[in-house]
């Protein structure tokens, strides 16, 4: 079976464009395509993208959970799955994720859809979205809405979507021109470093070019160790020295920082060389919502409302105490042994196995709850309040 395969193209029948309050048009193409191109986007979003993919699923179902985290489809683990739909998420700010079913409607299967644009329909009633893929053929397919978790940024005007990166695009079109500013200087004072003159006559074309060749393989070469060329009295070189203007530090600085901003990140979150305290602002603000919004779609679209009133959902988990120094780390002993902490969980914070019985929750002798009394108290034969 293919990747197009699972796809269910929608039969032939009336349908009708969906119209969303205030009658907004339903037909999405994402703006800035090419954005990904650019290695500054690359450098914000990839550190989002990584950190969101070390979360870990939980559901009432384990056979669900198994397979978020494992499998969640033909061509990715767990791990793959939440980074393909973060890096989606960030470039196009609308991102899809299929969800297959067997016959009797349990969740088989979660595919993040690779779409190029896609379109609301009404079908006998029904929401559907119409996508179009970049593919040879440009396929089209439709989905029932009800299939699809749909995670949204910048979500503002339409009912479905999320608004596009449009708002950055001039910065980032700014910053590929000083680049770009910077490599042609480079290759500007590379390139010309003279003008060979002659005081002969008038030499033809093919003379000028074979008087060019002979100078720059006499001098103008690696072989040339001495440093030093010799001309007779009928030529003259004449020096040019290429001082191209490219923007300046400062300006590139900013507009570096401007596109940052938009994602939400900074040098030391890029560079991983974050303190305790960036890391838990930036999880705060980047991480969490991102799981929080995960976990309630993928919730209302594998199950039922009935399946959802019994308790049943999908609950993503990202132990941010893993960015914590070890300082902290071995300052979380005390937790384990007043009972906040089971041991595996203070092992799990360490990236450690757990062990047989370490889910049971302990507490040292010399804490006891309030109006209960202490152990050896009761050897003694005494009673406290």
């Known amino acids: 079976m293919s990747f197009w395969d699972i796809f269910r193209p929608l039969k032939s029948a009336k349908q009708t464009r969906w119209k969303e309050l205030g009658a907004y048009s339903a037909i999405f193409s994402p703006f800035g395509q090419n954005m990904w191109q650019s290695d500054l986007v690359r450098s914000c979003i990839r550190p989002i993208a990584e950190h969101s993919s ?17 499998n969640p489809n033909l061509y990715m683990n767990g791990k793959d799955f939440l980074e393909k739909i973060r890096l989606w998420l960030e470039i196009k700010n609308t991102a899809f994720i299929y969800i297959s079913r067997d016959d009797t409607g349990r969740a088989t299967g979660f595919y993040p ?9 009404e079908y006998m009633g029904g929401l559907y979205i119409k996508f179009t893929f970049n593919t040879t053929t440009q396929k089209d397919f439709v989905f029932p809405w009800e299939d699809l978790a749909v ?15 449009g708002a950055i695009l001039p910065k980032l ?42 100078f720059v393989t006499d001098y103008l070469n690696l072989e040339n160790s001495g440093g030093i060329a010799s001309i007779d009295a009928t030529y003259d070189f004449i020096p040019i020295t290429m001082n191209p203007s490219v923007t300046d530090y400062n300006t590139l600085k900013q507009i570096r920082e401007d596109i940052q901003r938009y994602w939400g990140v900074n040098d030391n979150i890029i560079m991983s060389k974050f303190t305790e305290e960036e890391m838990e602002a930036f999880y705060q603000a980047k991480i969490e919502p991102f799981l929080i919004a995960l976990s309630e779609e993928l919730t209302r679209k594998v199950f039922t409302r009935r399946e959802q009133d019994l308790g049943n959902k999908v609950l993503y988990e990202s132990n941010r105490l893993q960015y914590a120094s070890n300082k902290t780390k071995l300052n979380m002993v005390q937790l384990v042994d007043r009972g906040i902490m089971s041991p595996n969980e203070l092992r799990q914070v360490f990236n450690m196995a757990p062990y047989e019985g ?16 202490a152990p050896e108290d009761k050897e003694d034969g005494n009673e406290s309040a």
């Open 54 to 70: 070390k979360a870990h699923a939980t559901c009432t179902k384990p056979d669900i959970a198994k397979i978020l985290n494992t």
């Open 113 to 121: 859809v690779p779409y190029a644009s896609f379109e609301a329909w």
């Open 151 to 165: 995670l949204r940024k910048d979500y503002f005007t339409s009912d479905i979507s999320g608004d596009d990166n």
């Open 173 to 214: 079109e700014v910053n590929n021109t000083a680049d770009q500013g910077i490599a042609n200087a480079v290759k500007a004072t590379a390139n010309l470093r003279g003008i060979l003159k002659s005081t002969k006559a008038m030499l033809s074309p093919e003379s000028l070019k074979e008087l060019k060749d002979q």
């Open 358 to 373: 370490g889910d049971k929750y302990i507490r040292r002798l010399d804490t006891t709850p309030t109006g209960e009394t």
